[in-house]
């Protein structure tokens, strides 16, 4: 899981508090020595946490609970609000618009890796990528971009056998075709004299949008003194903390960042190119907690509709027009695997593969093949036999193959739903009364 130690910890300090029959002084305070533990086991700075449990304290013990919370829930309500603030208040904004962004970060931070995570981020949401392999610094830099934008069916630019990274920068941007252009650099072991003349330089030539420093997790705390630092050197924009999944210091990490008021973008939560959040503290916090976040991936999709499928889907009736209007909402969230991952109980593990390698290519097929159904098909797919397949497939466009294969992944979605149906209830609404749903209060 994404969040390591951290989210055991907290997840059990909540947990803990949702247990007791009274929530009083008492309670409060355990729940606090519980957050401190599992806060300072992620190396989060210590007066960070003192200053964080003092405000808990203070809230939970002076506060009256808003209208129709209990006391437990206003309590638990109150760390959940503290912890977003401590971890960064505000959701990143990525403008899905043409734009230029540069990463700079020390040796190993993963800069390549989410250079690629970036332009496939884009990518799936319809703006064309482009990479730039400006790291001459380190052997082969060019050829493991290059690799990772054959994967994802990128264009990278560079030069091989050219030593001069400004020199790639113009050259590449002399010939560059696309809407967002991300540049690769080299790095050092720490932000030195030379590495600030060549991301300056590099600056200059590109004149990006945006500036985004790397960081790896397992710095812990001291990922907010160097997020300063280059802060000051390179004025950059916004952090993407990496390696998330590998490391139990990513609560030091962003809390240190957010506490230098560096912006977290991004977080990298593995080391395939698809391992890509874009941060927002709220749904992290839910995580963390142990309530998923179905909040924030309703929030972007039509509130009625979303109420409505979900209705059906704890219903029982997942049809196939379900699955194609969830297509399209998902098409306009993010990539179905970001979108998935985000319900609790459907952690990536339990989707099939064919859900993760959908493409907007096949999307689309599989929209024009729901739409040669008749509507008897889509309510009830088991009726389609070959001939109707063949029917469809003529239909649409497509081979037979696509509508086999379309059904077969529906019918896998109508199972992960079941399962999900099966575990939870409440699908919509704020964080109070998500818990209600699930905790029991
Ligand atoms: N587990 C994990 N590994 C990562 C992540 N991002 C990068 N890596 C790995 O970290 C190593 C260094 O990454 P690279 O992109 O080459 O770093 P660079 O030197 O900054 O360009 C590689 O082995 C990557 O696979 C992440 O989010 N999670
Ligand atoms: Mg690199």
């Known amino acids: 899981m994404v969040l ?18 009274i929530v009083d002084k008492a309670a409060v305070k ?34 009256d609970p808003q209208e129709g919370l209990t006391q437990k829930e206003h309590v638990v309500n109150i760390v959940y609000e503290e912890l977003v603030k401590f971890l960064g ?21 993963g800069k390549t890796t989410t250079a690629g995570k970036i332009a496939r981020f884009y990518r799936n949401r319809g703006l064309k990528p482009a990479l730039v392999a400006c790291d001459t610094y380190r052997e082969a830099a060019y050829d493991q971009l290059r690799q990772i934008g054959d994967q994802i069916e990128v264009k990278v630019y560079g030069d091989e056998e050219e ?48 500036r985004f420093l790397v960081i790896p997790a397992d710095m812990g705390q001291q990922a907010g003194k160097q997020a300063r630092q280059f802060q000051e050197e390179l004025n950059i924009t916004g ?12 609560g030091g990490a962003l809390s240190a960042c957010a506490a230098t008021g560096a912006n977290v973008k991004f977080i990298g939560t593995g080391e395939g190119l698809e391992d890509l959040e874009r941060y927002d503290p709220e749904r992290f916090v839910s995580q963390l907690i142990g309530y998923g976040d179905l909040e924030g991936l309703l929030e972007r999709v039509d509130e009625d509709e979303a109420e409505e499928q979900a209705k059906k889907i704890m219903e029982g009736e997942f049809t196939l027009n379900d699955f194609q209007s969830q297509m399209e909402q998902v098409q306009s969230m993010g990539s179905l695997e970001e979108v998935m991952g985000k319900i609790p109980g459907l952690s990536k593990s339990k989707l099939p593969d ?88």
């Open 30 to 63: 355990e729940a606090c020595k519980d957050i401190q533990r599992a806060l300072l086991r992620s190396d989060v700075d210590v007066e960070l946490v003192f200053d964080l449990t003092e405000s808990i304290k203070k809230r939970a013990l002076t506060e």
């Open 163 to 210: 030593e001069d990274s400004a020199r790639v920068l113009k050259d590449a941007l002399d010939e560059v075709e696309g809407e967002v252009i991300i540049v690769d650099s080299s790095g050092r072991d720490a932000l030195n004299d030379d590495m600030v003349e060549e991301i300056t330089k590099l600056d200059e030539i590109l004149e990006p949008d945006e």
């Open 354 to 441: 064919g859900i993760i390698d959908m493409q907007e290519e096949k999307m689309k097929r599989y929209n024009y093949i729901i739409d040669s159904m008749t509507p008897e098909e889509r309510e009830d797919p088991s009726v389609i036999n070959a001939s109707r397949k063949r029917r469809i497939s003529e239909g649409s466009g497509t081979d037979v193959e696509d509508v086999s294969e379309l059904i077969k992944l529906y019918r896998q979605s109508k199972k992960a739903m079941d399962m999900f149906k099966g575990q939870k209830r409440g699908m919509k609404g704020n964080i109070q009364r998500m818990m209600k749903g699930f905790g029991g209060f």
């Open 89 to 109: 208040r505000e959701k990143a904004e990525i403008p899905l618009q043409k734009s230029k962004i540069l990463l700079t970060g020390t040796f190993g931070a």
């Open 4 to 21: 390591n130690g951290l989210s055991s910890g907290i997840q059990n300090a909540v947990d803990k508090l949702r247990g007791k029959s």
């Open 239 to 250: 952090v993407i903390v990496t390696k998330m999944d590998s490391t139990a210091k990513g």
